[in-house]
């Protein structure tokens, strides 16, 4: 009985320190960086340890045992970091190699993956910077190309496993479209809108993550999740080459959305576009809990937030989309 306590006071202080972790971001490591942890009977156990290889098949095993969560040690989290930024070194250099299709998806691969460091450890400034580099890389890219982004958006897939990390590029793709097609915005504004949105929801690593993929949320639960707007700004503010527009913008990216019962509330049309074609991308996307919806379910769920107030953007909107999505 007595050994019974220790164990479970053990385990629940192991629980304390154990971090979530993506079968997937482990697989493309090919070796283990640090032990891995699953539950097994109410007990955190460790399932493969560090120096182990690991691949697609090592996961599929795993799945077939009956693990569905699994974890690192806190302690260890540095040797995670530390084997990913390795495994983006290695990404940056096979960009010299290859068409320049394929060097695309791979400037897309180096950014998913880090942001899947940025989210375990936001407040990493060698990161941050890293990543911005990559977001203007691509940026700059994306606007001297004609005919490149139809392509590349539609190429992407996204599973509902990768949404946190796919659908920051896929709606920053499509609204770098979206704002060429309206000739509103000068190229750096729209350089910069670029990277306002992809970095827009990196307060989501400041959000428990059992609410990332619950489909239905409290009111205590939703505040939570409202907050990673603001999350975002504070972690950004004075890290990044945006001035304080474009983080008020971040701060706005769900105005829309949150204020739709006050028609009065007027945000500015960049945090609308954002907004918009966040949800399109989002409600298109397939999650966890729902399969994706058709662009045309999302686009009268836009049409109800958009019309009165911006009528002539939802049209442009619908145009943009048209062209697109054919
Ligand atoms: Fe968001």
Redesign the pocket.
Known sequence: MMSNSFESIHNNNLLLKLNPVSLRSLISLKVLPCNLYAQESYKFIIISRAGDSFSRDHAKQFFLKGYRYFFIHEDEQPKYIEAHRNELLKTTRSLSVGDSATKLQYKIELLNKGLRLLYVNPIDDELLQQQQRSVSNLSQFLLNEKGTIKKLYNSQKMTPEQFLYQQPINSSILLLGMLKFIKVFNSNDIHNLFMTSYL??IGMSLIPHQLEDKEYLTDSERIILNK??AHSSEILSGRINLDNNYLRIIEN??AITQNQDDPQISVGIESVLINVI?IFVAMTSPRPYRQAETPYVALEKIKSLMVPQYSLEFKYLVHFLNKMLK
Request: no cysteine; glycine share 0%.
């Open positions: 827009k929801d990673h707007a990216h769900h966040d």
